[in-house]
């Protein structure tokens, strides 16, 4: 098992911390931004999906014309485009990335995000209708004759892609906390995102996923995946201190200029967990919860505040947990991403590289 590294670029520079600079697409901080993350080591980058926000497709092209390596993870939302042609869609940006992709499937957790896009369903039925996007994208990827599909949501007559990905399997990443989600997880998902957890709630949430996929046939079990936002510095005292002002430039950000997506109250079960466990500001060793409370949940917030060897000790937690991939951003995106290449990237690799020799001797 060796673990895989993610981040995650934005299409201009912006955080918690930073007000937005630029126009709202910059191709060339796009570019850099992937090209610092291939050469800080990082496997995957994630590209996320918003109501108001450029088009994650157009991204990932631009993205992957400007790296060799690094591999992308494409954030969609069923329900806006037919699944036969997102599956088409998928599968060509595939052959242009070179087999390079993976789609991270967003059901959505907020009603007025969805609704900014004309979707009114509930979640349940947001679940129900994912469900049947992945068994038609699925078809469409992997079907060598015409099929025909009869859901609830969507309705397929003689359906057929003849682009199919340019890898032979093309990774599905789910995530969310409610029944719903783990149950779609179980049967279509071949990687489960967390958000950053507890090392105690990570696990109790790998149980109840483990108990889900006796329900379904499954080729190989899910593999697991999940978040946080280091905060680095040589001292530990140092990144505590680092820790606070990010704390107090975010509270600025919120206060000041009105971000509205971090004034929604928590929708989603995973974002109504961050809310809970924020009530304790620092759990396990070094897993800070601050900006949580600022953010209601919203996004992955949670962050592991230390020395690049105290941040990668408490990764390699979790990958004992059977979590062998982690995604990492920070509070000063593309500086970060530099930094974290320097001596996380390789500590974590050298922590998990050494349990794994661990486990063969054992």
Do not use: C
């Not at 967990?273 to 759990?283: G, M, T, Y």
């Not at 949940?297 to 390699?316: R, Y």
């Amino acid at each position: 098992m060796t673990i895989q590294i993610l981040g995650m670029i934005g299409h201009r520079l912006a955080s918690e911390t930073t007000p937005a600079e630029g126009p709202v697409f910059n191709p060339d901080y796009v570019a850099n931004f992937a090209k610092a993350h291939e050469d800080a080591g990082f496997d995957r980058v994630l590209i996320g999906q918003w109501s108001d926000q450029p088009d994650g497709f157009i991204v990932a092209a631009h993205a992957g014309a400007n790296t060799s390596k690094l591999k992308f993870l494409l954030a969609h939302r069923p329900g806006f485009i037919a699944p036969t042609l997102a599956a088409r869609k998928y599968a060509t940006l595939d052959h242009l990335v070179k087999g390079r992709l993976a789609i991270h499937v967003i059901t959505g957790g907020s009603d007025p995000e969805q609704q900014r896009d004309g979707d009114f369903l509930t979640k349940a039925e947001r679940y129900a209708r994912t469900k049947e996007f992945l068994d038609i994208a699925k078809l469409s990827w992997y079907s060598n004759k015409p099929f025909q599909y009869n859901g609830k949501y969507y309705q397929v007559k003689d359906g057929f892609s003849e682009i199919k990905p340019y890898q032979s399997h093309l990774p599905v990443y789910f995530g969310g906390s409610s029944q719903e989600a783990l149950n779609v997880a179980a049967e279509h998902a071949d990687v489960f995102a967390l958000w950053g957890e507890p090392l105690a709630g990570a696990a109790e949430l790998i149980k109840n996923i483990r108990a889900n996929e006796v329900n379904f046939e499954r080729k190989n079990p899910l593999d697991f995946n999940i978040s946080f936002r280091p905060i680095i510095a040589d001292t530990e005292a140092q990144a505590w201190e680092k820790a606070q002002d990010i704390y107090r430039l975010t509270r600025d950000q919120i206060e000041n200029r009105g971000l509205r997506k971090d004034k929604q109250s928590a929708q989603s079960v995973g974002a109504q967990r961050l809310v809970e466990l924020a009530s304790k500001e620092v759990h396990d060793t070094n897993l800070w919860t601050g900006i949580s409370t600022l953010v209601h949940g919203n996004h992955n917030s949670t962050a592991l505040v230390g020395t690049p060897e105290q941040v990668a000790e408490s990764i390699a937690e979790y990958y004992k947990l059977g979590i062998n991939s982690v995604l990492i951003r920070g509070f000063d995106p593309l500086n970060d991403v530099i930094e974290y290449g320097k001596e996380l990237l390789p500590s974590i690799r050298h922590k998990t590289a050494e349990l794994d020799k661990l486990n063969k001797i054992t």
